[in-house]
């Protein structure tokens, strides 16, 4: 027991006050967070969408991610990080509200849009504030902290959400989410410095100028699609297979809330004292890789389990290896491959890069669900994940390729 204690203590050590400072406003923010997973179930079930078209509803949050990315990444890389961080967690919060007014289709698809653009312009600002408060040793842990702080948020989210949405209704929980992202932005708004002396931020420049930009640097390009697609088929998670579990194997909302609060409970307590041992090795790709490969054990886990519990449990578990090996390790590429400079940029790619995923997900997801049945949906992320996989290992060779060139 002192030995476990020694190890997560040590996991958390030497990591930047206002680090600690993100993470709990980050805490505060995701224990509302409910919309993305339930959204789908509450279209289905109380406004009696299709599949097909609630899938198509929530491709909005996809093209909103997308461009709220896109503009986090221009506002980050000419204004304050701080402004932008608070900005979106008061915007957003504001038009989730919007929700509680509307049944007609395309007015949601507005709605959805609008907050996953007003929400995703936190990304980049909130990735400049990790690289700017964190150091080149410890940016990894910074990463996992903040993820950690996420996902024990997560955890909470989810599990309450089921269980708001089954005894008062689902419009609570938009009530919720808007509640406690003006309680993180409040947060920021007390504890967290809006000034800081950014020419001490630090960074591993893996490029030869640093001055690059991110739309010309095609090796990182090529990073972002396969991010991209490692996105599409995790984000089954919440697209695909929720729909499975209640169409399919006939889950009550709280039992799959449960299961959705297991996968970030098991991110609190598991990815800290990992990644704390693991980031001392600077084989990275090595992780991301091994990551990406659990998604096609999990979706078989999934389709051999035929909607017994247990296995539900077991693919959850195999679902959060994958998330913690590959994306502290692809966010840790991303924020220090750039200067300075693009680090707006270099993160709003990376952003887009889930935002195009949030776009595919449901639409690959649930529109392969509706025509060709839930096995045949796990069949096709299989093969994605398999070919992704194979991506990260080509980029991996190519830098391999670089350093030891620079070498000779």
Known sequence: MRWLFSVYRNSFSNIQRNIWILSIAMFINRSGSMVLLFTSLYLTNDLHFSIADAGIALSFYGFGSVLGSYAGGWLTDRKNFFDVMV?????????????????????????????????????????????????????TRSVSLVRLAINLGFSLGPAIGGFIALYLGYKWLFVIDSITGFAAAVMLLIYLPRQIDESKHSNAVLLKDHKTSAYRDWRYLFFIIMVAFYGISFFQLFAGVPQYLSKECNYSTDTIGLLLGLN??????IEMPLISSLEKNKKIFRYIIFGVLCIPVAFAVLILGKGVLIWAVIYTFIITMSEILAMPFMMNYSLSRPGQERQGQYSALYSIAYGLANIAAPLLGLGIAGKFGFDNMFYFFIILSLITALGFAAINKMDKSERNAARN
């Not at 289709?105 to 909130?126: C, E, G, H, K, Q």
């Not at 970030?264 to 307590?269: D, F, I, M, Q, R």
Request: net charge neutral.
């Open 264 to 269: 970030g409970l098991l991110v609190v307590l």
């Open 87 to 139: 900005f979106s967690l008061i915007s957003s919060g504001l038009i989730l509200l919007l929700l509680l007014f509307t049944t007609d289709p395309f007015l949601i698809s507005v709605v959805i849009f609008m907050y996953a653009f007003t929400a995703d312009i936190f990304r980049p600002a909130n990735s400049k504030a990790i690289a700017v408060y964190s150091t080149i040793e410890n940016r």
